[in-house]
DNA sequence: AGCACGCCGACT
DNA sequence: GTCGGCGTGCTC
């Protein structure tokens, strides 16, 4: 049941049952006086609990299981894995719709001709009535049974009609679930109008390719523009030839609109998008078109990776090295890249996981040979990689931000009729909002932030809690005059307008972008080159290649040189190559510039002497000597609460309860790095293993007590195994 | 998560 | 003597 419980609960069969309940099927159960919809899960010969506390279930919802034995077992070894119930993965894998107790399969409205609606026909009615004769043809014709759907095509009026018609007794209107498409292989695999693949495409798609029917996973590295899509295509193209689906992750659909084009243009298939974007309708409308095999590729995020592909023959994880693939609001934080690849293990399938800036953990995988690394350098036919430049900022003259040397970038490259891209991590007009007499700081009451200034909507925001106020027009502790401190993406744009006006500019952030469609038009000014400087965060870094742009700048570097977070500088070389690699095409390649206080940082050097390569050799290499993943395990036992001190105290109790155990380091408990947030005071505790036996050996009796420790019921608390965030 | 039970303080 | 606050425990 979809509650908070450790273990599944025991039901007997329904009274009268004959035979199993497949697992996979929902069934409404008596739950301490309420009626609940919850699925069954697995069968068992005994129970732990006595025979008179069991209860039988109420009724059987499924004629045939929602999820099949594979997506159950793929479940349980996630709730195994990530120590979490195994309600909680269902609820992820299941549209709320279902979960409500939805029919699996949509019912369709059929209209029949009864038997007087035969004689009716026969004997020429009805005479006058030209609507309702046309709709009785029509029955007729398609042998007395159609679904309104393609009533609909006798134009406006056809339910009028039909309601007369139903009153004559003629027809009768029944529900039932659509007929199944005839022959659903029907121009599968078709690749119009493609490119020809360079040696190397070539070479990743016979490899991926010859590895249908049974599992292995290929890592896909290649910078954007080298053609990642295009094996993503042919490949897929080559599943469903053979009568395949294919299942393809995505970090976020919004930022990807494009990947979803391209599949759709190329392919003439049915394709189902599922995404946190859809309406409850939409999404189960999504699901039921993979589980009844009628959408041949599913494409979606996270979630996606539990949807009901039938025939799955291809995975395909874009953009492997996404934390969003990670990241979880409520629920289990589970990794959909890693699921993805115990789902092909499970399908016999193989799953390729792309990237241009591949994780290290993925890396460590390919060096470990368990994966296989297939790279596709620039085409020839494109532009050669992008020339990259540190700014010392220690020498340079400032100007909101910008340093003279990018200052006299743009300029040239707009002289030169080149795009400028301007990447700034930080939305707003400045992160600080300073009493020029006092000192005083913007804070926000419920966090311990600082607020940023948005100067358009005229107010300051808390970026970590969603506060909001007016802008203040002095000080409120002195009185005295406020200004706006440091640069954000507003701001950036602000000074770039003023200094570049006859150049248009368009800024693409968080504030500005709130839809998918919104991204878009702002790709879309760009590509079209109505713009010509484009200013933005990270949603810069994912999608498009922009072969106008001929200059990259990313404005402060440094936020990830000298983090406490042992992934900071990976998450910092990907940004920088993944926005590096926006630029470029073959007759002007691009130049970036990179401003920094710190020019001499090995991690700059690396990545400008060797790219991307060269960095994760190294990281790696750092990873080892410190004993960090991928050469250990993690485990996080994040913990909140409303008063100051519960959750470290609850921290340090689970510490306690956890003893010394073989082989595992507990490290903290700790205030987490930003400890109050929206009024909860947030710590953690690390668990580290140079094995995955002994954490997860030590994790499987230690989570059950967490619930029984003293505070356990004034905190909020979750374990986060291979957590990416550990600040 | 719900939803009960149960034990204390504020009213009729 | 009763209403209702939320601390505690249970749900197969």
């Known amino acids: 049941v979809d509650r908070p419980l450790p273990a599944p609960l025991d039901y007997l069969p329904p009274a009268g049952h004959v035979g199993a309940i497949a697992a996979g099927s929902r069934v409404q159960v008596p739950f301490g006086r309420q009626q609940l919809i919850g699925m069954v ?56 719709r279902l979960r409500e107790g939805a029919p699996v399969e949509a019912l369709e409205e059929y209209l029949q001709l ?34 309104v759907t393609e009533l609909a095509a006798q134009g406006a009026g056809w339910r009028a009609a039909a309601t007369q018609l139903a009153r004559h007794g003629w027809l009768q209107s029944h529900w039932r679930t659509l007929a199944p498409v005839a022959n659903p292989e029907t121009a599968a695999g078709s690749v119009p109008l493609a490119p020809p693949p360079s040696p190397a495409q070539a070479l990743a798609i016979e490899a991926i390719d010859a590895a249908h029917g049974r599992f292995d996973c290929f890592v896909l590295q290649g910078l954007p523009g080298s053609g990642k899509t295009e094996v993503y295509l042919r490949c897929a193209a080559a599943a469903l030839a053979r009568g395949g689906a294919v299942l393809v992750l995505v970090p976020e659909i919004g930022l990807t609109p494009q990947l979803v084009g391209r599949f759709r243009d190329r392919l003439a298939v049915p394709i189902a998008v599922l995404h946190s ?67 092909a293990q499970q399908q016999n399938a193989p799953v390729v996981l792309g990237s241009a800036t591949p994780s290290l953990e993925t890396l460590h995988n390919a060096d470990l040979e368990k994966y296989r690394l297939l790279q596709l350098p620039r085409r020839e ?19 909101a931000g910008l340093s003279g040397a990018v200052l006299q970038g743009i300029e040239r490259h707009l002289g030169t009729d080149g795009q400028v891209l301007v990447y700034l991590n930080r939305r707003g007009y400045a992160p600080t909002f300073l ?46 005059a406020v200004k706006p401190v440091g640069q954000g993406t507003e701001r950036v744009a602000e000074t770039l307008r003023e200094l570049f006006p006859q150049h248009p500019l368009v800024r693409l952030d968080r504030d500005v972008a709130r839809s998918g469609a919104d991204v878009d038009a702002v790709f879309q000014a760009v590509l079209s080159g109505a713009a010509r ?67 001499d940082h090995p991690l ?54 956890a003893g010394a155990p073989d082989a595992v380091r507990i490290l903290g408990p700790v205030a987490a790095t930003m400890a109050r947030r929206a009024g909860r005071y947030h710590a953690q505790l690390l668990l580290e293993s140079t094995g995955r036996g002994a954490l997860h050996r030590l994790l499987d009796q230690w989570r059950p007590l967490l619930g029984e420790l ?16 550990t600040q």
Request: glycine share 8%; with cysteine.
């Open 41 to 96: 899960v697995g069968h068992a010969a005994t129970s732990s609990l006595a025979a008179d506390k069991l209860k039988p279930i109420t009724s059987l919802l499924d004629t045939e299981p929602l999820l099949d034995a594979g997506l159950i077992e793929l479940l349980d070894r996630a709730a195994d894995y990530y120590h979490h119930p195994l309600a909680e993965l269902i609820d992820a894998a299941l549209p709320r």
């Open 114 to 147: 009864t038997a007087a609606g035969v004689a009716a026909v026969a004997a020429g009615e009805p005479r006058r009535a030209q609507r309702q004769r046309a709709v009785l043809t029509a029955l007729h014709a398609a042998g007395g049974d159609l679904p």
């Open 277 to 343: 974007g859809l309406s409850d309708a939409e999404r189960l409308t999504a699901w039921r078109e993979a589980r009844s095999g009628r959408a041949r590729i599913v494409i979606g995020t996270r979630s996606a990776v539990f949807a009901p592909v039938q025939n799955m023959q291809l995975l395909i994880v874009d953009e492997e090295h996404d934390s969003s693939f990670k990241q979880q609001e409520g629920g289990c934080p589970y990794s959909a890249r890693d699921l993805a690849v115990w789902r």
């Open 381 to 399: 036919d494109q532009a050669p990689p992008p020339t990259l430049a540190l700014i010392d900022l220690r020498t340079q003259a400032m100007r």
């Open 435 to 480: 009493c020029t007499s006092c000192g005083w700081i913007a804070p926000c009451g419920q966090c311990d932030a600082r607020l940023t200034v948005h100067q358009n909507a005229g107010q300051l925001r808390c970026h970590y809690c969603g506060h909001e106020q007016a802008l203040p027009a002095c000080c409120p502790r002195c009185g005295f």
């Open 533 to 599: 400087i484009l200013v933005g965060t990270q949603m810069l870094t994912k999608g498009h290649h922009f072969p106008g742009v001929t200059l990259v700048v990313v404005l402060n570097a440094d936020q990830g040189l000298f983090s406490t977070d042992f992934r900071a500088a990976e998450r910092l070389a990907q940004t920088i190559v993944q926005v590096a690699g926006r630029a470029g095409r073959a007759a002007r390649p691009g130049e970036v510039l990179i401003q920094t206080d710190y020019p």
């Open 604 to 657: 700059l050097q690396q990545l400008l002497a060797g790219g991307y390569a060269a960095f994760a050799a190294s990281a790696l290499a750092e990873r080892e000597a410190a004993s960090w993943p991928p050469f250990s395990k993690l485990a996080l036992l994040r913990a909140s609460s409303r008063a100051p001190h519960a959750a470290l105290d609850f921290l340090q109790a689970a510490r306690t309860a």
């Open 710 to 725: 003293p505070g356990a019921r004034n905190v909020r608390f979750g374990l986060d195994v291979d957590p990416l965030d």
